[in-house]
Each structure stands twice: as structure tokens, then as C-alpha cells.
């Protein structure tokens, strides 16, 4: 069975740094395009991040300089490293494969609550 | 970036009803677009892609239609399930983008 499993959120200070693991099951992280979604709370979705097979990174405009997006192929997991929290960062994180391609998001993991506050 | 409206922001309906969701991108993205739903407290799950394509697993009831601007999800007969709310996607550039969802509630 295909899962992804996401962890390392939690409450952080403006400023700060925090890395979101997504830990991948049924299938090789390395194999396929990966990408990171978060919602604020309330709100709608946005697209943050994208790597590709052959390791190339895409960000969206608000995390540009401040994410980044990597995998470890050994431990089969997807990261995403963040710095310089702000608190319109605050929002749950959810990780992605892609499908058919690096357009599309299917699965995605049950997503993590990242909390950006003093 | 590509902006994508969504219309309406929420519908009421009923079981067994017809019910047709319009995503509208700022400028043209051929077939660029996803559609997926969402319910309260979980992931959003893929509906249709590139415009037209049905996911696997998905029921035949939901479609999809349009290409460059304008498209439409269209679920032919609601049932209790479909209550949930659906946002489309852009592919077509990065960064990728959303529309703002529409919600459908129960009537």
C-alpha cells in the first residue's frame, strides 16, 4: 500500500528553522516527483515545493530562499528544511506524490500542523 | 503567476442532484488542470487531471471539461459523499496554483 507519513511540525518562533520529514511507503521516493502543499488554517491550498527524479527543485514565490526540498534515499523520506519562519508560514504541511507526471498530487499524506508564533 | 477563480464559492444541493463547479484561469493553460476534493480534516484527494482524465478509483459521476481558460467538475448525481469541497489546480507553469475552492453543502 501505497503511504506517506509526515512529521517534525510543531510550534516555532518567528525566525526559526524546522525540518518536515515525509517518510514514504509502497513505493521509492527517488523514483518520483515529490511535492510539498501546505493550507493555513481556513484558507485554500498552496503549492510550495516540487523535486523531480533527477533532483531538480522548483519553489513557490513566498518559501523562495527560505525552503528547501530534498530526499534521502536510504531512508526512502522527503524533506523539506525551513528558515526564516514567518507567521503567515503557520499552516498544515502535507507531502505529495506526483502522478502522472509532476503535475498532479496522488496520494498525499495526512499532513502536519506547523505553528509560527512568539 | 496563473490565478484561478473558482465559481461559487459554495453551493447547496441535494442528493441526486446535478450540481457543475467553473474554474477560471487568468490566462490560457491548455489542459494544465486538476481537480480534487477535500474533506474537513483530511488530505485533498486527485479527482480529474489534465482537464478530462478520471483517476483511477474515482467514481464515473464526477467529469471534467474545458481547456485554456475556462473548465468546469461536474458530478452528475450527488450522493452523501460528495460533500466535501473541491478545488482545481494549474500545471501549466510554475509556481503551480489553486483556485480558492468551492464548498458544497448539503441542501
Known amino acids: 500500500e501505497v503511504q506517506l507519513v509526515e512529521t517534525g511540525g510543531g510550534l516555532i518562533q518567528p525566525g526559526g528553522s524546522l525540518r518536515l520529514s515525509c517518510a514514504a511507503s509502497?513505493?521509492?521516493?527517488?523514483?518520483?516527483?515529490m511535492s510539498w502543499v501546505r493550507q493555513a488554517p481556513g484558507k485554500g491550498l498552496e503549492w510550495v515545493s516540487l523535486i523531480y527524479t533527477d533532483g531538480k527543485t522548483y519553489y513557490g514565490d513566498s518559501v523562495q530562499g527560505r525552503f528547501t526540498i530534498s530526499r534521502d534515499n536510504s531512508r526512502n523520506t522527503l524533506y523539506l528544511q525551513m528558515n526564516s519562519l514567518r507567521a503567515e508560514d503557520t499552516a498544515v504541511y502535507y507531502c505529495a506524490r506526483g502522478s502522472s507526471g509532476p503535475y498532479w498530487f496522488d496520494p498525499w499524506g495526512q499532513g502536519i500542523l506547523v505553528t509560527v508564533s512568539s | 503567476d496563473i490565478q484561478m477563480t473558482q465559481s461559487p464559492s459554495s453551493v447547496s444541493a441535494s442528493v441526486g442532484d446535478r450540481v457543475t463547479i467553473t474554474c477560471r484561469a487568468s490566462?490560457?493553460?491548455?489542459?494544465?488542470l486538476a481537480w480534487y476534493q477535500q474533506k474537513p480534516g483530511k488530505a485533498p484527494k486527485l479527482l480529474i487531471y489534465a482537464a478530462s482524465s478520471l483517476q483511477s478509483g474515482v467514481p464515473s459521476r464526477f467529469s471534467g471539461s474545458g481547456s485554456g481558460t475556462d473548465f468546469t467538475l461536474t458530478i452528475s448525481s450527488l450522493q452523501p459523499e460528495d460533500f466535501a469541497t473541491y478545488y482545481c489546480?494549474?500545471?501549466?507553469?510554475?509556481?503551480?496554483?489553486f483556485g480558492q475552492g468551492t464548498k458544497l453543502e448539503i441542501k
Open positions: 490566462q490560457g493553460i491548455s489542459s494544465w
Open positions: 489546480q494549474q500545471a501549466n507553469s510554475f509556481s503551480y496554483t
Open positions: 509502497g513505493f521509492t521516493v527517488s523514483s518520483n516527483y
